[in-house]
């Protein structure tokens, strides 16, 4: 019997459910998304005004040459009426000629006439630009913040529009790309017929057609539903909305619930053109919505994401400069920890994975980066966003076999045969058990070498001579055991047998069990690696020899397993 869950001592009586859209044949259910959105960065505006320490001018530069190279097209870059510091910041960029060609600029201003001018002031000589007029819609806001009723919040947004459109013609007639944007600010929690009234009157000012488009933004400024109703309400917009054609229908989620990814996504198959967002989702509280995710999740998806992110430690490193504040480890595609698998299954699915992937590139003659990716637990290839595979698996108490063996030929180009990944992951599990924390891989190594290759202990080859007569193979070889080298023979059908024969003059008895090599490097000063089975004393176990005489190499991988199986007796 499960145990019954028991009611909690939170007080949830105090919130209610989030209305539901009334969109019986809602369609963005059955939409697939195929191209990427128009992306607006608020990195140097809703980013730049949610941080601990809001950017100086050098690090908004940085911000803003980082986002360039990337290729966002749409930059919000700041707030000028808010301070004289955003306000010179964008003088800068235009009057050192910092935005490139295809770059348009875009301001926030509240529709306060006085701000709206120094807005449209900051503007004056820009190649491209767009003013972004925003009033928040919402009754709760229309209350308590503004006072006002429907009409007079309206009023708000179109004598605005009229301001813009008058400060637009005094100050920018020389701006070739003069754009609009109105945001019905907390849109989630506007009734839909009113920010539908409240659009279509700000595009009466507008007056959007061909080749004048305007930008109406639906922000989630604080997302309080589930995803699927904020697409609901998208599409219920755009479905509504006059002279569709000439409206770039944009969404700003925000990540209240955690969901602000989902929101967009949502919110693109429900219609929306246009998405607003941070990179590594910086923003108001808990951040806006998360462009560099928002672009891997269509990448991962065959879809072109139209910006750049080849390199996403150098995007992670800028913006943790400029933002001065970290990305979390567990972070979607940029976190350290979101390539490595620590648990053995998983370790082991990703090594086969990678060994299957090589093989079918290779067999269909397409090179493994171009060849289609398909490797458990990996949505994509570390490698494609700058990764190594370095980081992929690393060891801890929870690893098993595959992670151990896959380090080990990594960084040593070691085939462990499978039952000596059992053997050696055993070993390795003792220790990371009696240890604890993660295993670097030269611990790793250490521990290997400990176990095989040591050569402290009886007994170890020294050197070795063979002849090969009547079918029959005669071996001769020196041995240190204890203090003495003594020289031993033997005779069998091949080195191993002639050796393990060699072994019981000195009361050693070894029978091999299995027997596998390979090398570890191609050239004259290339090795090989030998790993033998053995029982020896009546216990199996493995023994490894390195050496570039393949030969050597084996018998002592003997001498190992011996060493070895006398030490467990
Ligand atoms: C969801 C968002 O992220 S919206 C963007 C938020 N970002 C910012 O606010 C950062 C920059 N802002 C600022 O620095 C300041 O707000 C300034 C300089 C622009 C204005 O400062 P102040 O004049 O002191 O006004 P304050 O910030 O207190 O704003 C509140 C006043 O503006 C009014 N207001 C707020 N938003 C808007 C708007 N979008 N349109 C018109 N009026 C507005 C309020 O009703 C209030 O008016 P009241 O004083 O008559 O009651
Ligand atoms: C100004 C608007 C677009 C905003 O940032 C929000 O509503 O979150
Ligand atoms: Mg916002």
Redesign the pocket.
């Known amino acids: 019997m499960v145990p019954e869950q028991q009611p909690s001592s939170m007080p949830f009586q105090r919130y209610q459910e989030f209305p539901r859209v009334d969109l019986p044949d809602r369609t963005w259910p059955g939409a697939t998304i195929r191209s990427a959105p128009r992306w607006l960065s608020t990195d140097l505006r ?1 980013g730049n ?1 949610a941080l601990i320490e809001p950017m100086d001018p050098e690090r908004k530069l940085e911000m803003f040459q980082l986002l360039c190279s990337m290729g966002y097209k749409e930059i919000e870059v700041g ?1 000028p ?3 004289q510091t955003d306000f010179d910041f964008i003088r800068t960029l235009i009057e050192r000629d910092l935005v490139p060609e295809d770059v348009q600029i875009s301001v ?1 201003t ?3 006439t006085d ?1 709206i001018e120094r807005s449209v002031q900051s503007l004056v000589g820009a190649h491209r630009a767009t003013v972004h007029l ?3 819609t919402a009754p709760e806001f229309r209350r308590v ?2 006072d006002v009723d429907r009409a007079a919040c309206k009023a ?1 947004a179109v004598d ?1 529009t009229r301001d813009v459109l008058r400060f637009a013609e005094q100050y920018l007639g020389s701006t070739p790309h003069f754009g609009y944007q109105y945001s019905p ?1 907390i849109f989630i929690d506007t009734e839909l017929d009113f920010a539908l009234e409240v659009c279509e009157g700000v595009m009466d000012v507008w007056q959007p057609g061909p080749g004048r488009e305007i930008i109406l933004n639906l ?1 989630a ?1 604080v997302e309080r539903s589930t995803p699927n109703i904020y697409a609901d309400q998208i599409e219920w917009m755009s479905r509504n909305l006059s002279r569709r054609d000439h409206v770039c229908l944009s969404v700003h989620p925000h990540n209240d619930r955690g969901t602000a990814v989902a929101s967009a996504e949502l919110a693109v198959m429900a219609g929306a053109d246009r998405v607003e967002g941070c990179l590594f989702g910086h923003g ?1 509280r808990t951040g806006n919505v998360d462009l560099v995710t928002l672009a891997l999740n269509l990448f991962s998806q065959g879809v072109d994401p139209q910006v750049t992110i080849s390199d996403i430690d150098h995007v992670r490193r800028v913006v943790e400069h400029c933002t001065q504040l970290p990305v979390a480890p567990r972070h979607p595609y940029g976190g350290d920890l979101v390539y490595t698998a620590f648990s053995g299954s998983h370790q082991d699915a990703i090594k086969k994975g990678l060994t299957a992937l090589e093989n079918d590139a290779a067999q269909s003659g397409v090179p493994v980066e171009e060849y289609p990716w398909n490797v458990p637990y990996l949505p994509i290839d570390p490698k494609d966003v700058g990764r190594t595979y370095e980081a992929v698996i690393r060891v801890n108490s929870q690893s098993g076999k595959g992670g151990v063996s896959y380090v080990l030929h990594r960084d040593h180009a070691l085939d462990l045969p499978r039952r000596l990944q059992i053997e050696f992951s055993h070993v390795v599990q003792q220790h990371t058990d009696g240890e604890g924390g993660e295993f670097s891989g030269e611990r790793i190594w250490e521990i290997f070498e400990s176990t095989y290759l040591d050569e402290t202990t009886a007994p170890a080859v020294v050197a070795h001579r063979s002849t090969n007569q009547d079918g029959s193979y005669h071996i001769s070889a020196d041995v240190q055991v204890q203090d003495e080298i003594r020289e031993i023979t033997g005779s069998g059908h091949g080195p191993l047998s002639a050796f393990c024969d060699a072994l019981t003059q000195i009361d050693v008895k070894v029978r091999v069990v299995d027997y596998v090599e390979h090398s570890l490097s191609a050239g004259t000063d290339a090795r090989a690696a030998a790993y033998v089975e053995a029982e020896v004393d009546g216990t199996v176990v493995w023994g490894v020899g390195i050496h570039q005489n393949i030969t050597t190499a084996s018998l002592k991988a003997v001498c190992s397993a011996v060493r070895r199986g006398s030490t467990l007796v």
């Open positions: 809703d005004q707030f009426a808010a301070s926030l509240q529709a306060r701000l925003y009033n928040a913040v503004f708000i605005g600010e922000p400024t108001e």
